[in-house]
């Protein structure tokens, strides 16, 4: 599993030393390292063997999958994907059933204790038929794959969050990775799907230093999820002076005004759209005209409206307003009556 | 449930309930107290002209100017800079359209065609600051001032605070204050809100309703008297 460098598979591909060169560069500040530190990355990264990696998919939709392998055609990035030993992911591999089935069990034999786990979809708890592989239910294939793992990358919102599956009413028990693997480093590469360099960063780090990435408060590579997308947001200066757009198609949209008011959820939203972009540095959402949805972020799909302005409350019905003032209202006709019974009492003594 | 699900959920729900019940209730209360009728002459049959009391007493006296200009200069910084906050800060804007949408099904722009004027942002953060200062120095002025502070108690320095909070927290979420996530910091400045909710009918702020008519009341009764306004 560890037969050749990642160096030597790259040159297999005909990757040149400028281009290899450039993508560590780019690896090296993404993960918020010193630029200084770019000969040791590149060093360290022609010189690694290829780390085994077991990819389980459970409750997806195979967004996450596209987004790694497919977004940005043959880029680096991919190239160094391939170059991780990928030994099991059913989607991807040209083996099914129990073939398949048997390549993974031997990988994880031969690799125990120091193979890369990633996970991608949320794993139902309730019935276990509710999601299978081969016969095998989620999460008693998760629990013995992450026995052996080394790490684990919980793949996309739905591995890191519970995701779409989780939503209300959960009608599976989906949880996220993090759930239910207590005593293993967990990463969570969160996103609907996640930004492909940013799963390629965390993996190239592993392969390069051994070492998972600095984590936020939810288990995110701080490097990448460090800041809100409404922070390095484009638009943010028309935030700033107030100007935003009403519609998709009016004036201010027209003009590239701010989305806040159409529902945007830049401000409470953490990951690296606004910078990485997306298709290849392209664009992002919010770029194409739609506010940020807030994939990146646990209960996504329950946090209210996406087209409702995150400055807007659930303040409560008309009915609620209307008993609030009936019952005010007696309250304060009591009161009155009482004291004006205070003052007659008063009088005629 | 996350804190700022709770803060822009069941708390914002109940702190206005709280508030438009205690409102309510002190209003009433007062407005349905039985007044004496008063069987003198009047002095001045025009008793109506007592009203101007109401914009009177909002500028200063010139023989108490040297005492009082402090606490007016300080006042109308304060308000001013409040009021605008509140009502022309964009995302303030959206909140109370949303309001009006669920009460009546339609924002101010849908009812009378005008759309709601935003300030731009910097001009927010500046009169907030304003007003934040006007209230620090108020606090001062209060504690260093031994005639105030004998007379201050706990709604005086309970209201202030409730009053400077959400302008501090508002600030703080609007400069994402020390880095920390904007949604935690959106909560803070929910619930510090919804605290001012809850206390002000129960307390000084209450003089948001009452301080115009009290002062219309005490002129018509002035005015009547032949007293001079």
Redesign the interface.
């Known amino acids: 599993m560890f037969s050749i460098s990642v160096g030597e598979f790259l040159r297999s591909r005909g990757v040149t030393r400028r281009d290899f060169l450039r993508f560590c560069t780019a690896t090296t500040v993404a993960l918020g390292l010193p630029a200084t530190l770019t000969p040791r990355v590149a060093a360290a990264l022609e010189q690694a063997r290829r780390p085994s990696v077991i990819w389980l998919p459970f409750q997806e939709c195979t967004g996450c999958t596209e987004s790694i392998t497919r977004a940005h055609g043959a880029t680096l990035e991919s190239l160094i994907f391939e170059a991780i030993s990928l030994d099991y992911q059913h989607t991807l591999q040209a083996a099914a059933g129990d073939a398949a089935e048997r390549a993974r069990e031997q990988a994880m034999k031969d690799n125990w204790g120091r193979y890369l786990l990633i996970v991608d979809g949320s794993i139902p708890t309730g019935n276990p038929g509710y999601s299978t592989i081969a016969g095998h239910d989620n999460l008693s294939m998760l629990r013995e794959a992450a026995d052996g793992a080394a790490a684990i990358i919980a793949l996309g919102s739905c591995a890191a969050f519970g995701g779409i599956p989780g939503a209300q009413p959960n009608p599976t028990g989906a949880v996220s990775v993090a759930d239910l693997i207590r005593d293993k480093p967990i990463v969570n590469v969160s996103g609907c799907p996640p930004i492909p360099v940013v799963i390629t960063a965390v993996l190239t780090q592993y392969v390069t230093f051994g070492t998972l990435p600095e984590l936020d408060a939810l288990g995110r590579p701080k490097a990448f999820y460090g800041q809100?997308i409404?922070?390095r947001c484009y638009r943010r200066p028309f935030?700033?002076?107030?100007q935003?757009a009403d519609s998709f198609d009016d004036e201010g949209a027209r003009l590239g005004w701010c989305l806040?008011?159409l529902g945007c959820r830049g401000?409470?939203t953490?990951n690296a759209c606004a910078t990485v972009k997306w298709n290849n540095g392209t664009s992002f959402p919010i770029e194409a005209g739609h506010g940020c949805i807030g994939c990146a972020e646990p209960?996504f799909w329950d946090?209210g409206g996406f087209y409702?302005?995150?400055?807007?409350?659930?303040?409560?019905?008309?009915r609620?307003?209307g008993?609030?003032?009936g019952?005010?209202?007696a309250?304060?006709?009591a009161?009155?009556?009482l004291?004006?019974k205070r003052?007659?009492d008063a009088e005629g003594a | 449930m996350t804190l700022l699900e709770f803060a822009r959920g069941p708390a914002l729900q109940w702190s206005i309930t709280i508030f438009i019940v205690g409102v309510l209730w002190r209003l009433l209360g007062i407005v349905l107290l039985r007044t004496k009728k008063d069987l003198s002459e009047p002095r001045n049959p025009a008793a109506w002209k007592g009203l101007r009391l109401i914009a009177l007493r909002s500028w200063p006296r010139r023989e108490f100017l040297g005492g009082t200009a402090f606490g007016e200069v300080m006042g109308y910084a304060f308000h001013i800079g409040f009021l605008l906050t509140l009502f022309f800060y964009a995302p303030h804007v959206l909140f109370f359209a949303d309001v009006s949408r669920g009460l009546i099904g339609t924002d101010l722009q849908g009812l009378t065609g005008f759309a709601w004027p935003m300030l731009p942002n910097g001009i927010v953060t500046l009169l907030a600051a304003i007003s934040i200062a006007a209230l620090v120095a108020v606090l001062v002025h209060r504690i260093v001032n031994p005639v105030k502070r004998l007379i201050s108690n706990f709604d005086d320095y309970f209201s202030w605070f409730v009053t400077v909070t959400p302008l501090v927290t508002g600030l703080a979420a609007f400069a994402h204050f020390a880095g920390w996530p904007y949604e935690r910091l959106l909560a803070y400045h929910l619930l510090s809100v919804e605290l001012l909710l809850v206390w002000f009918p129960f307390g000084k702020l209450m003089h948001a309703f009452t301080i115009f008519a009290a002062r219309g009341a005490t002129g018509l009764i002035f005015e009547r008297r032949g007293a001079s306004l």
């Open positions: 809100t409404h922070d935030y700033e002076r107030g935003f806040y008011k401000p409470t953490y209960g946090n409702r302005a995150l400055s807007t409350g659930n303040w409560g019905s008309a609620t307003v008993t609030a003032i019952v005010g209202a309250l304060g006709i009161s009155a009556a004291a004006r003052q007659r």
